[in-house]
């Protein structure tokens, strides 16, 4: 249907050149003076004849190529439309995404500064805590270091009054016993072990 209508539409149009071009050969003729003329007409006729001849050999020569031409070429386009309208769509989407991630930047930016802040603070925290724990276990060091110095001061200082004591006690017994008890108290004591 489409095809008899442009087919129609360029034989009409044909025949409206060849027309004009007809009436304009008559030499200053009338319009209506040519259709009168036989000669005339039959030159007429002989031009559509030859019009439609050769629309027809070309139509039959390469129609089907004329028809793939503007077939394929208006499949093209509208596959370029598709095309095109499938890549606004993509851009619109994009573009709307991007809009989304720029109204949500400042919040995604307050909450890694939140988070960092968090971390900060726990990271503080556990120095701080470790800082006690540390110090707490350098106290008790101390103490131990301490008493222990304190306790090897106090044995020291025992052994060296028990010296003292010993000589002082040596130096007294020589003084009060004579040679004569020293021996008999050597005497009783050896006898004493030896008897238990």
């Known amino acids: 249907m489409k095809r008899m209508y442009v087919f129609s539409t360029v034989l009409l149009t044909a025949l409206a050149i060849s027309s004009i071009a007809f009436a304009n050969e008559g030499g200053g003729h009338h319009m209506a003076g040519w259709f009168l003329e036989d000669y005339q007409v039959e030159r007429y006729i002989f031009r559509l004849i030859n019009l439609a001849l050769f629309l027809g050999i070309i139509w039959w020569l390469a129609g089907s190529k004329i028809k793939d031409f503007f077939v394929g070429r208006r499949d093209g386009i509208k596959l370029e439309l598709d095309d095109l309208q499938t890549r606004q769509a993509d851009a619109e989407k994009k573009l709307k995404e991007v809009e989304a991630g720029i109204a949500n930047m400042a919040q995604e930016k307050q909450t890694i500064l939140d988070e960092a802040k968090q971390q900060g603070e726990a990271i503080k925290e556990a120095i701080i805590a470790k800082a006690h724990k540390d110090a707490e276990a350098l106290k008790e060091q101390a ?54």
């Open 143 to 196: 103490k131990r270091t301490a008493s222990n110095e304190a306790q090897t001061a106090i044995n020291s200082i025992r052994a060296e009054m028990a010296d003292m004591v010993v000589a002082a006690a040596e130096k007294i017994v020589a003084e009060k016993l004579s040679a004569d008890d020293h021996e008999k108290l050597v005497d009783d004591y050896l006898t004493k072990v030896v008897l238990n």
